[in-house]
């Protein structure tokens, strides 16, 4: 399966939007992927064809998956990381131009354009690691990469610098979503690929870089090293749609390029719902697993309006009356970036905010069903953070107190 087949797969189920007239690859695209859910593919954006919006939606997030929407975070939550790889050769490169490539500049304060949806394949001996980073353009060559400190790329950097040599790596553009989705997952170490491969009927089809580097099929792929150079990358929007400021990052040299004919480009809106989904329906069965330790979960959200990250909703039956707040607590643990969390009864849609609001205006009695924890360490990316990186995390038990399941009792013209 490839992205082009995932496409359009997504076209026979009417969730394609193509986009025929000339776009421009500054702000235009950007302004239109953000009016909308719904897959664009542009013929002529920057006189190249781009796809945006690829997994914006749940739907389409849920049928790259190879599951149904409601059972989504059941699934991920299952997995075992056993898929296969099967190594089907070595590929060709040629020359790197970037300025090939219809790179986009998103918003009026970016550093500069920004690849979004590349995915950076590192090895380091027999260990391959997959994650995503943005990558400011530096050159017809080179990317200003924003490795986050203590991640696993940064860590096979700084051990690959310590060795004195460079990090061999490969930015995959444009490959099936779930070999993306699996990469902004936290998986155990060097299973990235084996992860997509389940997700994908338990088989991926891989080919060897020169350098050694690993990488699936993709419409895009950039063989390089991170060597010793750093450059000023940012400012950038985040997950919040508010700017994260400059940092001097370490630089991307490409050495080769692979493209398919035509390439279809894939490009993420920074802030935009695909972002938020990538970053959040990864913890969504973290969060999962570790509620399911203390009573008996249904689902897990982690909302649109919360920026895909900072808010979940939990869905439980209770068994005992503080089912609610031990849920609560071990929703935190299992995503330290939380900021807020709702737990709500089996008749609650998890999905549905107005029945999650319904659920807190009928349900909640604030000297009761609030927790409020502080001095706890936040999320990085919330703009009301402290300076030492500490927040203000609340919980609210928005379930009906057992024994008393009659006052809250909806009419329904079914039951």
């Given at each position: 399966?490839?992205?082009?087949r ?16 000339p ?5 235009e ?27 914006a939606?749940?739907?389409?997030l ?16 299952d997995a ?13 490169m ?22 979004t949806a ?9 260990v391959?690691?997959?994650?995503i ?20 790329t940064?860590?096979?950097?700084r ?39 389940e ?23 950039l ?12 400012p950038?929007?985040d ?16 050495t080769?390029?692979?493209t ?11 802030g935009?719902?695909e ?5 959040g329906v ?7 697993k570790?509620?399911a330790g203390v ?13 895909g ?12 009356q ?5 849920a ?33 205006a ?14 706890v ?39």
């Open positions: 399966m490839t992205m082009r995932f496409i359009e797969e997504m076209r026979e189920r009417g969730l394609v939007d193509e986009i025929v007239d776009v421009s690859t500054r702000f695209a950007a302004q239109m992927a953000a009016k909308t859910d719904r897959i664009l593919l542009f013929r002529d954006c920057g006189g190249k064809p781009v796809v945006m919006n690829l997994t939606g749940r739907p389409a849920a049928a790259a998956l190879g599951a149904e929407e409601k059972d989504l975070v059941k699934r991920l939550a075992s990381y056993s898929g296969r790889l099967n190594l089907m050769g070595t590929l060709e040629r020359p790197v131009d970037l300025s090939e490539i219809p790179i986009m500049t998103f918003f009026p304060k970016d550093g500069g354009p920004y690849i590349g995915i950076v394949f590192s090895r380091s001996g027999e391959e690691n997959a994650s980073h943005r990558m400011m353009v530096v050159g017809n060559d080179r990317v200003a990469a924003r490795l986050v400190e203590g991640r696993h940064d860590v096979m950097h051990e690959a610098l310590a060795r004195g040599e460079r990090l061999p790596i490969a930015v995959v553009i444009g490959t099936h979503p779930a070999v993306t989705f699996a990469s902004c997952t936290r998986v155990p170490e060097g299973k990235e690929l084996a992860f997509a491969a997700l994908m009927g338990g088989e991926l089809p891989v080919w060897e870089c020169a350098n050694g580097v690993l990488v699936p099929d993709a419409e895009i792929v063989e390089g090293y991170i060597g010793t150079e750093r450059a000023e990358e940012g950038f929007v997950i919040t749609g508010t700017y994260d400021f400059e940092r001097i990052q370490p630089v991307i040299e490409f080769g390029m692979h398919k004919p035509d390439p279809i480009y894939h490009s993420i809106l920074p935009g719902n972002h938020k989904l990538l970053m990864p913890y969504e069965p973290r969060i999962f570790a509620v009573t008996s979960v249904r689902n897990v959200v982690l909302t649109t309006g919360g920026c990250y900072l808010h979940a909703v939990v869905q439980i039956r209770k068994n005992t503080g089912d609610g707040k031990n609560i607590m071990a929703a935190f643990a299992a995503h330290t970036s939380l900021k807020h969390v709702v737990v709500v009864d089996e008749d609650i849609n998890p999905f549905d905010m107005g029945d999650v609001e319904y659920a807190i009928t349900r909640v009695r604030g000297d009761r069903d609030l927790m409020v924890i502080t001095g360490r936040g999320s990085s990316l919330d703009p009301c953070r402290e300076g030492d990186g500490t927040n203000v995390k609340i919980g609210v038990d928005a379930t009906m107190v057992l024994g008393e399941e009659e006052k809250f009792v909806r009419a329904r013209w079914d039951a």
